[in-house]
């Protein structure tokens, strides 16, 4: 596969003005009429050079220029490009090709879940479809007419308005669908099926009427709800806090069980995975619920950024997508808890982002350089990117952040554009400079800032000292300091914050503020402060950096206490925990007895403690951080004693803790058992207290603690108490009420795929011995399919990603099964082949032993014959 540069960008020679497209669906084959109404792009200059079409897997049937019927030698094809001579500067394009949705098991462009025809072109899938300028900067006005067997598809559906339909005397039918707005080949989208919708209507603040539906196969009617619900909060958010209304008179969303990722935005048609529409209290758990809420909002946002203002090329991904998972942030956070909404983002940004930062795929936001596209919408690109937009709107503050956003629309309405136009948008609206921000987006990895802290007792001084420096990536050697903001307060002994002054200023101005930090070593002194302070450093986690301060165990603890940002309260918890486990780690490392450090035990006894806190809080704080963060930031990650020193912790606080935990859980469980399942903050607050309390409560073993447990698995209304009482059953020593569990579980739920998805992710993570054995046998259950994406996530991927334990097994054997699963994949569908392999490109982290057994699974994929670009990709750069 060949290396596409960013440095390399032209703009394109032809532009499309319409596209006319037909699809004839069968059985068997699907015929693509596409007519192209084109001319030379005059940003391009006068002369006529060939025009080049991005075409793949097509049957070309016919083609015409003009009138002109073409034979063989007035074109050349080759299997990605068809090569024309135009004649006139103005001119159409009439194509037809036969393609194959019924055997696509890549997912990608047209293909067939279970008995529907649907789509997903973002970002190269169109041109599995037609011959076509498949690139985002060509933007055309698009008209697609469906016609397909009545009976089997009573539903047509593509992007934009419904014009005319109509039905053939052959038991066929047609549906005309026009979309007013012009967008790129990637926003396209159609299905058909037989399909049910939910309806509804939504008044936008023009008082425009938008009717709104949610199509779902007919068993999923009643799950629909949720997703209804949590899009028109996210329509009036939109023009809430961005002044943005949507803009036809429908919005549909579709539901289909086999998609490579959560969702796509295709204008007007956003086509969704079924876990990310579908949500009722009995099969679908808090967290999905609220996943849900999160990518309705997200696809419905991308209306604005990213479809009324897109992309150039693909480098500018982030353009879109950081910007969007920012929107959808805020939404998020204003939906529920802002502070549990920045602790969860925050917690997968440093576990997940950074890995990848550290690793052989890092790239920077704005990445330069790709094989293969697809295998750059990754958790830089998303999470980090979302980041950036943030610490830009820290740096001008929310008033002039919604400046720039306003500014930003306005300016680049219907165009594609890139992250350079963002940001300057950004500076022209608040007049400031952003040159050396942007280094943000071209730099990768993830900037250390070490900070010291002076306090002159004489001059009433205190100087904090701020050194960066951002380890080399691939192709990056060295890093020019980024501007770090960094949002802090000086906290006295009471915890109270102090007026903060710098040198030089004439009064102190509030009592917390962003320093931007933009130098490799700079100090900022702070006068006037009357005794030694303890600084609250990156409030809201400001930057995504790796921060360190020499905090000792008591100072963080009086964090925990008294911080008035509550995202630093469980942040000085986490770091005091990662203290205690990394001593844990040590003395297990050495064979020494573990000796649990009794101020963890005494910091989250007053958590519990405190009828204060809000629940979701306390909930956070009891969560040690995971065993993923903990692989994270070590030099070498010792898995057996990482995964040793955290279930000794557990064990420990459970007993230590036994009784608050147990009030705790009582008291919630009681609040469950009296009042029906609502998905609201509240009562997701409620429940994630009482299920992370019953698993701590089950490491003691106590007859009374297992029946609670079972009580509450057969007893739930919901499925957020069910399944977390399922799985305190499946990672415990209780092999009957286990198998008893498991059995009833699948005998209840076998005909919901997503049900069982989450039954096999149960099984998939247990720590336990034997995991790897478990794993191989559940790929043989009926309900279970490799050509499923969410199956192979929930199986394959919580195996490899969540079981450190047994996927990290001494003599190799689950790498030997990835490899083996990625393999069989790369040939089906290599999107999900390509994501599969992510931990084993974490080689370098492990011992030598582990190290030389994952490279050899890498060697081993890279000649096991015919590898897709998106594989070859992320094996040859993580070999390299
Ligand atoms: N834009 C899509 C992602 C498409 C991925 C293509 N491989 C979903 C989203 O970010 O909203
Ligand atoms: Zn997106």
């Not at 933009?518 to 002194?525: G, L, P, R, Y």
């Not at 057969?714 to 209780?734: Q, Y």
């Amino acid at each position: 596969p060949r290396t596409i540069y960013l440095k390399d960008y032209q703009a394109p020679d032809y532009l499309i003005d319409e596209t006319h497209l037909t699809f004839e669906l069968h059985e068997d084959r699907t015929l693509v009429h596409a007519q192209l109404v084109m001319r030379r792009n005059p940003a391009r200059g006068s002369g006529l050079p060939p025009l080049v079409l991005d075409g793949q897997q097509l049957e070309l049937l016919s083609i015409r220029l003009n009138d002109r019927e073409l034979g063989a030698h007035d074109y050349l094809l080759d299997d990605r490009h068809l090569t024309l001579q135009p004649d006139s500067a103005e001119f159409v394009i009439d194509s037809s090709v036969c393609i194959h949705p019924e055997s696509n098991t890549a997912l990608e462009g047209l293909y067939k879940s279970g008995k529907m025809f649907c789509t997903q072109c973002e970002a190269e899938g169109f041109r599995k479809i037609t011959y076509y300028l498949d690139r985002p900067d060509v933007m055309s006005k698009f008209t697609t007419t469906v016609s397909a067997d009545r009976q089997r598809y009573p539903v047509l559906l593509s992007n934009g308005n419904p014009i005319t339909s109509g039905s053939e005397d052959n038991g066929r039918h047609w549906a005309t669908w026009e979309d007013p707005f012009r967008k790129p080949a990637y926003l396209f989208a159609l299905v058909a099926g037989d399909l049910w919708c939910v309806e509804d209507q939504f008044t936008t603040m023009s008082q425009r009427e938008v009717a709104l539906r949610i199509y779902v196969e007919p068993e999923n009617l009643d799950k629909c709800q949720h997703a209804m619900d949590s899009l028109k909060r996210a329509m009036r958010w939109d023009e809430e806090a961005y002044g943005r209304e949507y803009d036809l008179d429908i919005f549909m969303i579709v539901a289909v069980n086999d998609f490579n990722m959560g969702a796509m935005e295709n204008k007007g048609l956003n086509i969704f995975n079924s876990s990310a529409v579908l949500a009722k209290a009995e099969t679908a758990t808090d967290a999905a619920h609220q996943r849900v809420e999160a990518i309705v909002a997200h696809e419905y946002f991308h209306n604005w950024s990213g479809n009324r203002v897109t992309c150039r090329d693909w480098f500018q991904l982030s353009l879109k997508e950081g910007f969007t998972v920012f929107r959808d942030a805020g939404f998020s956070a204003d939906m529920n808890s802002p502070t549990v909404k920045r602790i969860e983002d925050v917690a997968y940004l440093r576990t997940h982002q950074f890995a990848e930062d550290a690793g052989p795929m890092a790239h920077s936001v704005r990445p330069d350089a790709y094989m293969e596209i697809s295998n750059f919408y990754t958790l830089t690109v998303y999470e980090k990117g979302a980041e950036v937009v943030r610490m830009i709107q820290t740096l001008l503050g929310a008033e002039g952040f919604r400046k720039g956003s306003d500014l930003y629309f306005q300016r680049h309405d219907g165009q594609a554009v890139t992250c350079d136009d963002f940001v300057k948008a950004m500076e022209d609206a608040n007049g400031v400079d952003l040159a050396q921000f942007k280094r943000w987006y071209s730099q990768a990895g993830t900037p250390r800032l070490e900070v010291g802290s002076a306090y002159d007792a004489e001059a009433k001084t205190l100087t904090l000292t701020f050194r960066q420096l951002c380890p080399p990536s691939p192709g990056q050697a060295h890093k020019e300091p980024f501007v770090i903001p960094v949002d802090l307060a000086l906290l006295d002994g009471q915890g109270r914050e102090l007026p903060l002054r710098l040198a030089g200023e004439a009064a102190a101005s509030g009592t917390s503020r962003v320093l931007a930090v933009n130098e490799a070593e700079q100090s900022f002194t702070f006068v006037d402060i009357p005794e030694q302070p303890l600084p609250s450093l990156l409030r809201g986690f400001s930057a995504p950096v790796k921060l360190s301060f020499p905090y000792s165990r008591d100072q963080l603890m009086f964090l925990m206490q008294h911080d008035s940002d509550g995202f630093n309260r469980w942040e000085a918890g986490q770091q005091l925990a990662v203290q205690v486990l990394q001593e844990l780690i040590g003395q297990r490392q050495r064979g020494e007895p573990m000796v649990l450090d009794r101020r963890l035990v005494a910091a989250l006894k007053s958590v519990l403690e405190n009828d204060g806190l809000d629940q979701a809080m306390v909930a956070e704080m009891l969560s040690l951080p995971g065993e993923a963060y903990l692989i994270e930031i070590s030099e070498v990650a010792d898995v057996d004693a990482i995964h040793a020193a955290r279930e000794f912790a557990r064990r420990e606080l459970a007993e230590a803790l036994f009784e608050p935990l147990w009030q705790r859980y009582q008291a919630n469980r009681q609040a469950s058992r009296q009042s029906a399942y609502v998905a609201t903050a509240e009562h997701f607050a409620r429940r994630s207290l009482q299920n992370i309390a019953l698993s701590y409560l089950m490491l003691s073993e106590k007859p009374e603690v297992l029946e609670a447990a079972q009580e509450q698995y057969r007893e739930a209304d919901n499925m957020t108490e069910r399944l977390a009482a399922l799985a305190v059953l499946v990672n415990s020593p209780f092999e009957e009420a286990k198998a008893e569990g498991l059995a009833l579980f699948a005998d209840r739920f076998k005909d919901d795929p997503l049900v069982m998805d989450q039954w096999f992710s149960v099984q998939a993570g247990c720590p336990l011995p034997g995991g790897l054995e478990r794993v191989r046998a559940l790929m043989q259950h009926p309900a279970f399919t490799i050509k499923n994406p969410n199956k192979v996530r929930a199986l394959i991927g919580a195996f490899a990603n969540q079981n450190h334990a047994n996927f990290h097994r001494d003599d190799g054997e689950s790498y030997r099964f990835l490899a083996d699963q990625v393999i069989m994949l790369n040939a089906l569908n290599p999107q999900i082949a390509a994501r599969q392999l992510a931990p084993l490109t974490r080689w370098r982290k492990y011992d030598l032993s582990r190290q030389a057994l994952m490279k050899a699974e890498l060697e081993r994929i890279l000649v096991s014959g015919s590898l897709s670009s998106d594989v070859y990709e992320v094996v040859s750069k993580s070999l390299a």
